[in-house]
T-cell receptor, first 111, second 113 residues
């Protein structure tokens, strides 16, 4: 089945540690996005990528990094510089002006 | 003023009633509008998209767009308990390169038996 796969579903980070969240899609979508959602809040854009080997900062990119080496994959690294990383992280993809579709999300917590 | 605004609710309606969810946006030249449904602990699911003024119907859902007044609404007819969720309004604002969307904070809907 075509879709967007995020892993892991739950992730725990220790102080000073970088962690990487995986996002893979087999929809042949050009554009991919990372959002952060805090309790009772809407989605805030972290990074997005329209084509392979290119990506742009969203509204809250500080403390995060991404890569887009393959069309299917858009991993997000939460670095130790992100002091408040506890949130629900959502990956989405889209083609052209079509709506974005989301993966199931990764819930990140601090140990 | 927030770019995309929604009443956070909760909006409570009895089963079988019509639920009306509203969203206003700040950018007059926005072109694309979406409604997502999000169940607690789950990811958002697209339920409606609308691009031109007027109504768009899909089953029990109707999206209404009024660009002059800068609002978009979602009507849910014959509301069911399974419709209880948070509904997110998303707008592609001017300069939204890369198909960037701006989301409202969502309206929580509760359908009561």
């Amino acid at each position: 089945d075509g879709g967007i796969t995020q892993s892991p579903k739950y992730l725990f980070r220790k102080e000073g540690q970088n962690v990487t969240l995986s996002c893979e899609q087999n929809l042949n979508h050009d554009a991919m996005y990372w959002y952060r959602q805090d309790p009772g809040q809407g989605l805030r854009l972290i990074y997005y990528s329209q084509i392979v080997n290119d990506f742009q900062k969203g509204d809250i990119a500080e403390g995060y990094s991404v890569s887009r080496e393959k069309k299917e994959s858009f991993p997000l690294t939460v670095t130790s510089a992100q002091k408040n990383p506890t949130a629900f992280y959502l990956c989405a993809s889209a083609v052209g002006d079509q709506p974005q579709h989301f993966g199931d999300g990764t819930r990140l917590s601090i140990l | 003023q927030k770019e995309v605004e929604q009443n956070s609710g909760p909006l409570s309606v009895p089963e079988g009633a019509i639920a009306s969810l509203n969203c206003t946006y700040s950018d007059r030249v926005s072109q694309s509008f979406f409604w997502y449904r999000q169940y607690s602990g789950k990811s958002p699911e697209l339920i409606m998209s609308i691009y031109s003024n007027g109504d768009k119907e899909d089953g029990r859902f109707t999206a209404q767009l009024n660009k002059a007044s800068q609002y978009v609404s979602l009507l849910i007819r014959d509301s069911q308990p399974s419709d209880s969720a948070t509904y997110l309004c998303a707008v592609k604002l001017r300069g939204g390169g890369g198909n960037k969307l701006t989301f409202g904070t969502g309206t929580q809907l509760k359908v009561e038996l």
